[in-house]
């Protein structure tokens, strides 16, 4: 429920974007069974708002094992039909942020079964927000990205999932510096990779990058010094060079590309794993130190 400062700031500020995260009875998407919705602006909550509802359907153990929610929680509480002119006033004519486009189809779903009017908004998922920030993380699932952010979360709880979603938002926004507008443009398509300069210290390396984009300025360095810059680690690929400075972190030493260069380099292969301060052609820095 909102609290009365978050009402309070509700009723005078617009959120920068609102989070819905909803739960269902069963498989049948127009289930409803919990709402949750957390409204951010500036980086931080402005209100929240979270019921329960009763799905005017059958409950699956399946669904109620994994939510905790059972027939008996929902008796007495408002059908969607009911919740539907709140969750309308909430979301129209804003950008909604869903962690997966489930929660996008689980409203459509309901409005239709319930005989209510379409809700009109701008769709955002969280997921793919989290993919182009943290490209190297094993999994995008909104409960290791919790863990991985420092976000408090209960999962399969309508409005701590929501509020996580939010969260996420907004650290990928601090992260990137991509803006909320630039999130919900489609994402930019690499191009192709710089041709390598006919020689140089890094002629006859192939080179992976993670970290930066294949045709971006840390491409363009490398290329200009002779290195070939290949699409992705295989076997004959000789350097994989990380964007950033040693150690490592955890989400870059468990990205795929990173643990296909360790196998290679276990089955006796030449690539080797270094930063871009290593090799020398991090931003700023003008001699490679060598290949």
Request: hydrophobic fraction near 45%.
């Amino acid at each position: 429920m909102l609290s009365t400062a978050m009402l309070a700031d509700a009723v005078t500020l617009q959120p920068d974007f609102v989070v819905i995260d909803v739960e269902t009875a069963c498989s049948r998407v127009s289930s409803i069974c919990q709402i949750g919705i957390v409204g951010f602006r500036d980086g931080r909550e402005i209100f929240d708002y979270e019921t329960l509802v009763d799905p005017r359907d059958e409950f699956h153990l399946f669904n109620t094992r994994i939510h905790g929610i059972a027939e008996h929680h929902v008796v007495g509480q408002p059908s969607f039909a009911d919740v539907h002119a709140i969750v309308d006033r909430h979301l129209s004519g804003r950008t909604t942020v869903a962690h997966s486009y489930f929660d996008k189809g689980a409203l459509a779903a309901a409005c239709r079964v319930h005989d209510r009017p379409a809700i009109e908004t701008v769709w955002l998922d969280s997921v793919r927000v989290a993919k182009r920030a943290w490209p190297d993380l094993e999994s995008h699932r909104l409960g290791l990205l919790a863990q991985y952010l420092g976000i408090a979360h209960k999962h399969h709880d309508a409005l701590s999932d929501a509020r996580a979603a939010g969260w996420v938002i907004v650290k990928a926004i601090d992260h990137t510096g991509i803006a909320l507008d630039e999130w919900l443009a489609p994402p930019r398509k690499p191009g192709p990779a710089p041709r390598p300069a006919p020689s140089g210290p890094l002629a006859g390396e192939r080179i992976a990058l993670l970290g930066a984009p294949r045709d971006g300025a840390l491409a363009e360095r490398i290329a200009a010094l002779g290195g070939r810059i290949v699409s992705a680690v295989g076997n004959t690929t000789t350097l994989l060079v990380i964007a950033g400075r040693a150690p490592f972190s955890y989400s870059v030493r468990n990205s795929g590309a990173y643990r296909r260069a360790e196998h290679y380099r276990r089955l006796g292969g030449a690539i080797r794993i270094v930063s871009d301060f290593e090799l020398g052609v991090a931003d700023g820095v003008v001699e490679p130190t060598g290949a």
